[in-house]
């Protein structure tokens, strides 16, 4: 029988474990950890993101900071303002939502950050560090794909895990930290992308499917093993004239085939998503204690 991997009971376990820890915190140093999130322009999904994201951080008991720039901001006035965050004592994180507008060079920002704020993980940095397998801030996405494997009792060590995307985001992070020489990762990684041939081939080998992609129900049932654990990060809209809002989410998976041959799966929405947001807050918790000591 199927399980489905509930991500948000799992990211609220995670948020209520944070929520004592960033008490504990608060009341023996009185340090409060303080997230900053930049959003430019007004797109609808980043929006919701950061509004959960700072929610969520209020919920347990972070300073949320939300700073917002118009669509057409030039790159000198964000670098301006993560400068002034990076000297500000009281902000421990920093985030940039992403993705960015096209005039924006988005690794040329990130690099604006302090890697000792970059609570994303994606400063060449912390990037560094990861891969060498003394990670500072994993990624949120890849650290809460992990959290869902480990706290579902699939733990990676000596599957075959093949992932499918080769993003700086997801992608690569996850292949990196679950490849570490570590009883909860070491795991054989497969990286599959546009210039694999024969994806199918190689996604019937996988213990674990980690499906990112960004194409809607690209994993069809005849690409997996009976048995797979399959690993949704795709958040996709389709039209759906059935719904109120005219469309409806769905993954990169064919959720209702494949699931009928992986012996666990996430859905979409309800996954891997509430995760993402639990780990942003854990790196932040983890950058306030670093300050504190």
């Known amino acids: 029988m199927t399980r489905v991997i509930d991500g948000k009971a799992i990211a609220a376990e995670i948020r209520s474990e944070l929520k004592v820890s960033v008490s504990s915190l608060t009341r023996k140093t009185g340090i409060v950890p303080g997230l900053a999130v930049l959003l430019v322009g007004d797109n609808p999904a980043s929006q919701v993101y950061v509004r959960n994201k700072q929610k969520s951080a209020s919920d347990i008991g972070m300073n949320p900071l939300d700073i917002k720039f118009d669509q057409d901001v030039d790159a000198k006035t964000i670098e301006s303002t993560l400068h002034q965050l990076n000297q500000d004592e009281s902000v421990h994180g920093i985030l940039v939502q992403l993705p960015l507008p096209d005039h924006l060079d988005e690794k040329l920002i990130i690099r604006h950050i302090n890697p000792m704020k970059d609570v994303d993980g994606l400063h060449p940095e912390n990037v560094g560090l990861l891969l060498s397998g003394t990670p500072r801030f994993i990624p949120a996405t890849p650290a809460g794909i992990h959290q869902l494997l480990i706290r579902t009792n699939n733990n990676p060590s000596g599957k075959h895990v093949v992932i499918c995307g080769r ?3 997801v992608g690569k992070p996850i292949a990196a930290l679950l490849l570490q020489k570590d009883k909860a990762s070491n795991a054989t990684v497969t990286i599959c992308h546009t210039g694999t041939k024969d994806i199918g081939e190689i996604t019937r080998q ?14 069809t ?6 048995g797979v654990v399959v690993i949704d990060v795709g958040i996709n809209r389709i039209l759906d004239p059935s719904k109120k809002s005219g469309y409806r989410l769905v993954g990169d998976v064919q959720y209702d085939d494949v699931s009928l041959k992986a012996s666990a799966i996430t859905p979409v929405p309800g996954g891997v998503g509430p995760m993402t947001i639990g780990m942003l807050l854990y790196n932040t918790l983890k950058s306030a204690k670093l300050n504190a000591q």
């Open 167 to 169: 993003s700086d985001i």
């Open 206 to 219: 996988a213990d674990i499917l980690i499906a990112a992609v960004g194409i809607p129900e690209i994993i």
């Open 221 to 226: 049932p005849d690409m997996v093993s009976e």
